[in-house]
């Protein structure tokens, strides 16, 4: 199956024609753009589908937090949920949002950290663009993965085994 490097080029070279191609047929804001590319890349490179795999690029990039993932690889085999094209990227995000929340609250606990204000938070969920552009740039680059190794699978069925590094 295609490598970490792969995935990575193959979703960085699509990212420009994806943004304009969203910029034609929607014409969103500056914020919603920026909300997009952003989403796109964290996505892309931090919350691989491969993060079900104990050794893989997207883990290496969070660096001195990659054991945060430890959990994730260890519940979700490869290329099983953690691959599926609509529920992959939610158990990366439900996953991704216990451990902030966990660590939040530990912080707030510990240090009296103030959490921002409840009306902030709830406007900018009221904003659809922005959730779109976000829920979008989230997604796609999990979606262009997932057919990348279905597709390379397809073509090379023998080699459908071989790490995801
Ligand atoms: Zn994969």
């Known amino acids: 199956m295609p490598s970490g490097k792969t995935h990575a080029v193959v979703e960085m070279a699509l990212l420009p024609a994806l943004g304009a191609a969203y910029y034609v047929a929607l014409q969103p804001g500056t914020v919603e753009l920026a909300v997009f590319a ?18 893989n690029a997207a883990r290496r990039r969070w660096g001195p ?13 490869h290329r099983g949920l953690s691959h599926s094209l609509v529920l992959g990227p939610l158990t990366r995000l439900v996953y991704l949002g216990l451990v902030l929340a966990a ?44 057919l990348l190794d279905r597709g390379v699978s397809a073509l090379r069925p023998r080699r459908a085994h071989a790490r995801g590094r």
């Open 38 to 55: 952003g989403a796109y890349l964290f996505s892309s490179l931090w919350l691989s589908p491969d993060l079900d795999l104990h050794k």
């Open 65 to 77: 937090l990659g054991f945060l993932w430890t959990p994730y690889s260890k519940v979700f085999k």
């Open 103 to 146: 660590v939040i609250a530990g912080l707030s606990y510990l240090w009296g950290l103030a959490l921002p204000p409840a009306e902030k938070a709830a406007a900018f969920w009221q904003n659809r663009e922005v959730l779109w552009a976000l829920g979008a740039g989230l997604y796609l680059p999990n979606v262009l993965h997932v």
